[in-house]
């Protein structure tokens, strides 16, 4: 349960950040607007989740879990909210990510 709430609080706040970071690019102000600073703030913020994850598991399985989890999460988010393309190609890592989550895995 603690290694779940924080992979999701270290990804939900880098896909927040990555929305933010993806308006700015849509903003006239761009790298000076708020969207960018708050973006930048929510990369920072999940450090403290990847500390607690590190303790109780290898490097290795936190990045494959967290990557995975946030690969997906922006994906679904650039088809869905910004209506980006989504290819064989993206399929294809996405597929390949979740291959890699299966091959990590190991039971707590």
Known sequence: MTTLFWLALATLLTVFGDYLIKLATLSPQG???AQFALGALCYGTPAIAWYALMQTHSLAMVAVLYSTATLILLTLLGVFVFRESFGL???LGVSLALAAVLVMHKPE
Do not use: V
């Open 31 to 33: 790298l000076r607007s």
């Open 89 to 91: 190609r993206d399929g």
